[in-house]
Each structure stands twice: as C-alpha cells, then as structure tokens.
C-alpha cells in the first residue's frame, strides 16, 4: 500500500473569545476494489482490509489515526483543566452492595482512583473487613480485570475470572479463602460463562481454544458446559452439555439453591432461550427439556417443594411468575404465582421468607414483598425516583443490602431488615458536587407515527429554556435492555458548565415489555432512530436548545443509533460520539459472537427484502459525498472482541473520506482495552476527558472549572 501520510494539525489560531483549528489533514487511507454482491446487487467495500486486526497495514492506519486525534484533544485550551476536574470528582470511597455466601459477607470498594475496585470480606457484619483480593495487584496498569466472583455454598474457596485487557476471554482461578493461597485449579477460553459450584468443584462455559490470530475476530462457536473438580486439569473436565449440529448456540449452566436440579439454559441469540433440567445427584440421566426455544424467556429462580420457579414471557410480554413441575412441564400444568401486570416485572429472588420482585415503572424501579402464594405483602420505600441496585439477601435471613441511584443520587446503599420492612443508611458516596442545585424531569414525546416515548433531562437550577442550552442526547434502543435513572460522575463536568443531559428510552428497549422490544427489532429498527430523531426536535421545539447545540451519544448498539441518526440527519447534530458502535450491518454476523444478534438486526443474508433493509440504515453504507457530518469522535479499543474495531476503522475511513466542511471526524482507539466491562479508572478519566472536551469544545461552550 501507499505510506499512510500523518499530518500534523497545525498551530492554534486565535479569536477574539476562543481557539480556532486549522482544517485537519486526514491520513491517506488505501481503497481497494472489493465489491460483493447481494441478491444481484453489488456493495463496495473498499476498506476490508482494515478487518485483519494483526496486520502491520491496520496497526499503521490505527497509529497514524491516533496521532492526528491526540494533536487535535491537546490543543483544545480546557482539556487539562477538565481532566483534574474529573480526578477531583472520581476520587471518592464506594462500596459495592454486599452478598452474603458460604457464612462471609463479601463486597467490593474502592477508596477512590483505584484502577479496580477491591474485595473484602468479613464474618459478620460486626467485624473488622478483610481484604480478601486486590484486582490492582493483577497488572500495574490494571488492564487485568477481575469478572465473575463465586464463593463456594461451604465458604472454603473462592472461584474468580479475570480477563486481560477487555477481551470477553476469561480465565478462572480458585483460591483457599482461609490461607488466601491460589490452587493450580486453572481453566481457559472461557467466554460468555457463570462459575456455578456444586460438590468440589463448579459448572462453567466455554469455547475449544480459537487459531492462531483468530482469537480476537474469528467467530464464536460450539460452546460447551464443562464441569470441573477441584485438583484436576482442565484436560480432564467433563463436557455436561453440548450441540454438535448447531454451531451458534450458546449454554449457561445454574444450580438450584438446595443443589438439588441442574439448569441448562440454550440460547441462540440475545433473547428467547430454551430450558432444561436434570437432578443434579443423577449426572448418568438425560436431561428433561422444560421450555422449548427461542421465541419466549424463561429463568428459573429457585426450586419450591419439588417444583422450579420460573420467570417467563410465554403468555405475558411483561413477564409473569410460574411454578413448572420438571416431570409434567408442559403449560397446561403450570401454576402461575405472579401474574403479568401492567409493568414490567424485573429481577426476581427468594430472601428471606419472601418474594422479592422488582418491576419497571415508566423506567423507574419499584421493589415489592410477595408471599409463596403470590399476595402482595410489602412495597420497598425508596428515596426517590431512580434505579435499584441489587437486592441482596438469602432465604431465611433477616437482612439484606440494596443500592440505589439516580441522575443527581450518588449510588448509595442501604441496609435492610425483613422482619420490619424498614431501610437505614448503610454506605453513602460523598462526591465533591452539589446535588441540590440539579434537578431531573422526566417528559413524553410523540415519535414520528406517533408513539409516546419517555426521557428523562437532567440540568442546572435555573436553566432558562432560551433555545441555546448545549445537549447531550444518549440513548440505547436495542437487545430489550432497559436505560433507568443512573449517576455518572463522567457527566457531572457537563452539568456543571450548564449542559443538559438527556437520557430517552426509545423502542427496541425493555422499559414496557417484550412489545417495545419488538417495536424496535428487524424491520422496526428504523423506529428506534425516528424516536431518536423526534427526541432532539422536541428539544428543539420547545426551546431546550438548537441543532448546533446538540450531542449525541451511545455505545455498542448506541453507537449503531449515533451512526444511523448522523448520517440520516447530519445538519440536526453538532457532535456525534459513536462509542465502539455496530456500524457494518451487512457484515456484523462474520465476526466473534456477532451471529447472536440477528434477532434484534436480522442478517444481509436472510432474505433479499432484509438485505435492503439493512442497506438503508447501515451507517458504513450510508455516508455521503460531499455532505458536512457532525464533529465525531468515534471511540474504539484493540482488544473489543464483542464489536470488532473494524466497524469503526472501515466507517470513520469512509466517512473521512466523503465529509466535507470544517467539523473535525476522528476516532480514538483505546489499546489494552475492549468493550467496556473492567476498564481502569485511569483509562476512564482519560477517555472521558477526550469525550467531553471534544464535546464542550465542539459545542462552543467555554467552561470555568472548580479548582
């Protein structure tokens, strides 16, 4: 290939109220002449050698891309400022909520800027806490993360994953929670997995090792439940359940409280599942199918007096409660406990001598207390609107831990007694802010076919509504995920200079059951960015802000809308920040575990009628010539084996290409990091930093930080 040419950007110049840049010299990026072909239609794609993640041409191209993204966030004349700002307000103790197991209280803390939250442990709630594991001891930029933690029912061992630099590979060790001593016990490629404990030793998931240079991009399949005894290697683990016909399916294994059934979930994709069971004492018995796939979700609870709780949306899209006996699990013979409801019911445990059941309100959490019949017995008070963190606690206790948060509530937690239904402070967040001088709406909208749709817009006391306000726009929309109340020190910058944060709960999410979610998939996508779109004008309309004063954001599935809704409506967004986005719709299923999300997208090879579907929305595919796009910044890392880097290399090397105008479009690529999940605390201010300082900037703002 040609030298990629790196131009450095030039010189700041200055204004009369603030620095200007020069127009950016983007990298000469290599086009070659691929064209593939659909249903008699052919498809450039001129950057598919940016999909070889090993090649010494992509690392090139990633190198000579970095280069011109950092000169351009180092000149920005507030970017300093805000990072300190950040390491202010990121330094401050937090506690995970507690669990009890095996007779310990185990939680997580970090006292502040720590790159991984720590473990500790204590026997009761009156003694002094243990550490028990420091993740930060792992590697000494803290690229090695700590995953899935699992104390053994007799609380002798604990079994742990970790992953190295954001890759969804796992490891999992076991250590001796008495001597804090490691066993030689080691299992690898896992991927997609729990650590569930029955006997001496637990139940896990896991890929055959992937080749060479594959382990990254090459595609997930045949996934396996292997059961592993303590003191044995992996080579002797057993295979506990498998499909050796369908390669793309995925397994997850559990284990009643009691030990007494083995649960086999199968999956084919984000959601629908099919069950199976077998008495986990009987490991020479076939297991009993208990629910047929995928077009229903089921997830068994626990199991009562010979028969499995479990959690379903057959015949109830917002999910009802049944007993399934797994002789006679046929539906005519199910008992329901708790029908469906007008919202959507949540997570669903067994504590104490109840019921615990969370459900969504209009994307606000409630919790409630039911009997073993199904009454409703007590409601959860709650200190505001907001999101329940976890409901810890264990059948025939009589305390349990929550955590609460919302927009303006630092995540706090709260100790709770079940005897007398009554909460008291157990650990609060102490940030330096003021959460007084915030306030939170929530408002409805009509989308474009006239759907009502919710979001929630947090901002300053005193903001006037004079169409001038900066945004920042955020949504999800996809894989029946729910976006609730949440803090976020990351957004507290903004927020503070005036900026208003906009969280919408668009279509294709799981705030109002399995029809929203459907509202949004396959050939409904397109709903999900037209309440997107109608988000940002309502703003508009209603004097909130302007177009040039408007950010959008998202990540993954949110960075597929930010692209989609970017290249659909560029003179309607200032600045777009794709967040390691699905952005290759025609492609997305060749690479690692993307094949498990054709439910919500469908495949450019399912049909002719899909693949024009896709065609129209795909952002790679719909990058124009010759049009001013947003300011963009998208981010990406080199270990993302969820959502391959290559959707961003290939559209920001297109969209470089046909931009034209003076807004900058530019893509920061993380190294030793992946999707998201583990990152460190000192990747995070930095990556925030860039995000939000290319916003503000972007947008005009001239902000003033606290000291």
């Not at 009987?282 to 007096?305: L, N, S």
């Not at 399912?606 to 065609?615: A, G, H, S, V």
Request: glycine share 8%; proline share 4%; net charge negative.
């Amino acid at each position: 290939m040609n030298k990629i040419v790196i131009t450095l950007i030039s010189l700041l110049l200055m204004t009369s109220s603030c620095t200007q840049q020069k127009k950016i010299q983007y990298p000469e990026t290599k086009r070659e002449n691929q064209l593939d072909i659909y249903f008699g239609q052919e498809v450039a794609d001129p950057y598919r050698w940016l999909e070889d993640d090993n090649s010494a041409e992509t690392a090139e191209w990633v190198d000579a891309q970095n280069h011109i993204t950092q000169d351009y966030l180092a000149a920005i004349p507030f970017r300093d400022e805000l990072k300190q700002r950040f390491e202010t307000i990121w330094n401050y103790p937090r506690l995970g909520v507690p669990f009890k197991k095996g007779g310990h209280y185990f939680f997580f803390k970090n006292d502040g800027l720590q790159n991984q939250s720590v473990l500790y442990m204590q026997e009761s709630l009156e003694d002094e806490p243990q550490l028990l594991l420091d993740p930060n001891l792992f590697s000494s930029d803290g690229t090695i993360a700590l995953g899935t933690v699992s104390p053994s029912p007799n609380g002798k061992y604990l079994a742990y994953s970790i992953s190295r630099g954001g890759s969804d590979w796992n490891e999992i060790v076991v250590m001796d929670i008495a001597t804090a001593q490691m066993l030689e016990d080691t299992v690898r490629w896992v991927k997609f997995s729990g650590i569930t404990w029955y006997e001496n030793g637990f139940y896990y998931s896991a890929y055959d090792a992937p080749a060479e240079g594959q382990a990254l991009s090459g595609s997930n399949e045949f996934h396996k439940v292997y059961y592993h005894r303590l003191g044995t290697t992996q080579q002797e683990d057993t295979i506990i359940f498998q499909d050796q016909k369908n390669p793309k399916r995925n397994f997850y294994a559990s284990v009643t409280d009691d030990e007494v059934y083995l649960i086999i979930s199968e999956s084919q994709s984000t959601s629908g599942n099919a069950l199976y069971a077998r008495l986990a004492n009987k490991p020479e018995t076939a297991f009993t199918q208990i629910a047929q796939g995928f077009d229903y979700d089921y997830y068994v609870i626990d199991h009562i007096d010979g028969k499995l709780l479990v959690q379903t949306t057959n015949g109830a899209p917002k999910k009802q409660l049944v007993l399934i006996d797994p002789l006679h699990p046929q539906q005519e013979y199910w008992k329901v406990v708790i029908p469906e409801s007008e919202n959507v019911l949540g997570s669903v445990s067994l504590i104490g001598d109840y019921i615990y059941a969370e459900y969504l309100e209009d994307a606000n959490s409630k919790g409630y207390f039911f009997d073993y019949e199904g009454n409703m017995k007590h409601q959860l008070e709650l200190p505001t609107l907001g999101t329940i963190i976890g409901f810890n606690g264990d059948k025939g206790e009589s305390i349990a831990f929550f955590g609460f948060t919302s927009f303006t509530f630092p995540s706090t937690i709260y100790q709770y007694d079940l005897k007398t239904h009554t909460s008291k402070l157990y650990s609060a967040s102490e940030v330096d802010f003021d959460p007084d001088a915030f306030t939170t709406e929530q408002l409805f909208f009509e989308s474009k076919d006239g759907t009502r749709i919710p979001m929630f817009i947090t901002y300053k006391k005193g903001m006037v509504k004079n169409g001038k306000n900066p945004v920042l726009l955020y949504g999800y929309g996809g894989f029946n995920i729910s976006l609730t109340p949440s803090f976020s020190v990351s957004r507290l910058p903004f927020l503070e200079q005036g900026g208003l944060y906009v969280s919408v709960n668009l279509r294709g999410g799981g705030e109002y059951g399995k029809e929203w979610h459907q509202a949004g998939q396959q050939f409904n996508k397109q709903n999900v960015f037209d309440d997107f779109i109608a988000a940002a004008e309502y703003l508009i309309d209603n004097e909130y802000t302007q177009a040039g004063k408007i950010a959008i954001m998202g990540g993954s599935n949110g960075g597929l809308l930010v692209g989609a809704c970017m290249t659909q409506r560029p003179e309607l967004f200032k600045v777009a920040i794709p967040i390691v986005g699905v952005l290759d719709m025609l492609r997305y299923q060749n690479f690692t575990i993307g094949w498990a999300w054709a439910t919500d997208y469908g495949r450019s090879d399912d049909n002719e009628e899909m693949f024009r579907y896709l065609l129209t929305y795909s952002p790679l595919h719909n990058i124009r010539e010759g049009v001013e796009y947003p300011a963009t910044l998208a981010i990406t890392a080199d270990h993302d084996d969820r959502v391959v880097p290559a959707h961003t290399f290939k559209f920001m090397a297109e969209l470089q290409s046909k931009h034209q105008g003076g807004n900058p479009v530019l893509v920061r690529i993380e190294t030793q990091a992946g999707h998201g999940a583990g990152k460190p605390t000192s990747k995070l201010i930095e990556e925030n930093t860039d995000m939000y300082s290319f916003i503000m900037y972007n947008l005009g703002m001239h902000p003033e930080f606290k000291k």
